[in-house]
């Protein structure tokens, strides 16, 4: 079944989030009737766009003094992954500093680096929140803060390796920090399911909940992991997340959706069957990893319920990607798999 939806009146769902006029935007292509459709002039961000990266990709953005920054994931010339931060005007235009993020902690057992990379970047109550697989004797979730994209607090890892794809929630929920995140092996791992955790002060983490897993069979059938911060609507818990086929040429990762309940976010009330996004141009199938697009990031106009998803294309550059959240949200009741 493709992922598509027809012009129609949406239900109106409310957003959590403040408007924001200034976020990137293009109309649905003429004839195009994709929920989420692809940037004109993708992919944003080439490989090269500091002097040092071979790649620049599954990276995070975020509103921030009335223009953008970001943390990017930038795989230097000799291949170690580690986190850049970046600044923009209009969050399609960015310049990236050209030396990774340098964190404070008194401890060296918590700053040191091994690698850095896929980071998400969250705003809860009075500061930003960045997380991002970790290396500590294998990969965990690491944890900063900000106020200002200039100085970065490390704090504790969340977890014991291994784990990827740590994801925070915009707010506490029922008085707690939550988080989402897939618990993993030390390699490429060939499995994996979405968990949900909590904690009252963003150094303890427990009350884990299963979320959801693979689905036989299917664009999803390998593993899968949390993308974007959620997005908190009416309806429930917007979430954009990818999902790994194993083909006879290897992985492949699309991205879908799901809708989480509002006030207990692992029980999951509709799941996408088919794909939103998957792999198809040459910057998503060509490139150090073949066949992927990975998002890690999204931006909406609470006013509007205008979407832009920033996503990973073949582990090289970065791309974006337009849609709303009421057609999402429609799109989910209509090919719900729960």
Same mark, same amino acid.
């Given at each position: 079944?493709?992922?598509?939806? !027809? #012009?129609?009146?949406? !239900?109106?769902?409310?957003?959590?989030?403040?408007?924001?006029?200034? %976020?990137?935007?293009?109309?649905?292509?003429?004839? +195009?009737?994709?929920?989420?459709?692809?940037?004109?002039?993708?992919? @944003?961000?080439?490989?090269?766009?500091?002097? *040092?990266? +071979?790649?620049?990709?599954?990276?995070?953005? !975020?509103?921030?003094?009335?223009?953008?920054?970001?943390?990017? &994931?930038?795989?230097?010339?000799?291949?170690?992954?580690?986190?850049?931060?970046?600044?923009?005007?209009?969050? @399609?235009?960015?310049?990236?500093?050209?030396?990774? @993020?340098?964190? &404070?902690?008194?401890?060296?057992?918590? *700053?040191?680096?091994?690698?850095?990379?896929?980071?998400?970047?969250?705003? @809860?109550? #009075?500061?930003?929140?960045?997380?991002?697989?970790?290396?500590?004797?294998?990969?965990? %979730?690491?944890?900063?803060?900000?106020?200002?994209?200039?100085?970065?607090?490390?704090?504790? +890892?969340?977890?014991?390796?291994?784990?990827?794809?740590?994801?925070?929630?915009?707010?506490?929920?029922?008085?707690?920090?939550?988080?989402?995140? &897939?618990?993993?092996?030390? =390699?490429?791992?060939?499995?994996?399911?979405?968990?949900?955790?909590?904690?009252?002060?963003?150094?303890? $983490?427990?009350?884990? &909940?299963?979320?959801?897993?693979?689905?036989?069979?299917? $664009?999803?059938?390998?593993?899968? /992991?949390?993308?974007?911060?959620?997005?908190?609507?009416?309806? /429930? $818990?917007?979430?954009?997340?990818?999902?790994?086929?194993?083909?006879?040429?290897?992985?492949?990762?699309?991205? =879908?959706?799901?809708?989480? #309940?509002?006030?207990?976010?692992?029980?999951?009330?509709?799941?996408?069957?088919?794909?939103?996004?998957?792999?198809?141009?040459?910057?998503?199938?060509?490139?150090?990893?073949?066949?992927?697009?990975?998002?890690?990031?999204?931006?909406?106009?609470?006013?509007?319920?205008?979407?832009? %998803?920033?996503?990973?294309?073949?582990?090289?550059?970065?791309?974006?990607?337009?849609?709303?959240?009421?057609?999402?949200?429609?799109?989910?009741?209509?090919?719900?798999?729960?």
């Amino acid at each position: 079944m493709d992922a598509i939806i !027809t #012009d129609q009146t949406y !239900t109106t769902a409310t957003l959590a989030t403040a408007p924001l006029p200034s %976020i990137p935007w293009e109309e649905r292509p003429a004839g +195009n009737s994709d929920v989420l459709w692809r940037y004109s002039a993708n992919p @944003i961000i080439p490989r090269d766009a500091i002097p *040092t990266s +071979n790649s620049i990709f599954n990276s995070a953005v !975020t509103p921030f003094q009335g223009a953008y920054a970001g943390v990017f &994931r930038c795989d230097d010339q000799t291949r170690h992954m580690n986190i850049h931060r970046g600044f923009s005007a209009d969050a @399609i235009s960015w310049q990236i500093d050209p030396a990774p @993020i340098q964190m &404070r902690n008194d401890d060296p057992e918590v *700053t040191g680096v091994v690698h850095r990379y896929d980071p998400r970047v969250c705003w @809860i109550e #009075d500061r930003y929140y960045v997380t991002w697989c970790n290396g500590y004797h294998g990969p965990t %979730i690491g944890m900063a803060y900000t106020s200002d994209f200039q100085q970065f607090h490390q704090l504790e +890892n969340a977890f014991l390796p291994f784990n990827r794809n740590g994801v925070l929630f915009p707010r506490r929920i029922n008085g707690k920090y939550a988080m989402l995140s &897939r618990p993993s092996d030390n =390699g490429h791992t060939p499995f994996g399911d979405i968990f949900y955790s909590e904690s009252p002060d963003m150094m303890h $983490w427990g009350r884990h &909940r299963h979320v959801m897993g693979v689905k036989a069979w299917s $664009w999803q059938s390998t593993k899968i /992991g949390a993308g974007p911060i959620p997005i908190e609507t009416s309806e /429930g $818990w917007l979430l954009f997340y990818h999902g790994v086929l194993t083909s006879c040429n290897g992985f492949v990762y699309s991205f =879908g959706a799901a809708l989480l #309940d509002h006030d207990e976010p692992w029980k999951v009330r509709y799941r996408g069957a088919p794909y939103l996004l998957a792999p198809q141009t040459l910057y998503e199938c060509v490139g150090d990893v073949p066949n992927v697009v990975f998002p890690c990031a999204a931006l909406v106009d609470g006013a509007t319920g205008r979407l832009a %998803i920033y996503y990973g294309c073949a582990d090289t550059v970065t791309g974006l990607a337009f849609g709303r959240v009421d057609a999402v949200i429609d799109w989910l009741k209509a090919n719900s798999v729960v």
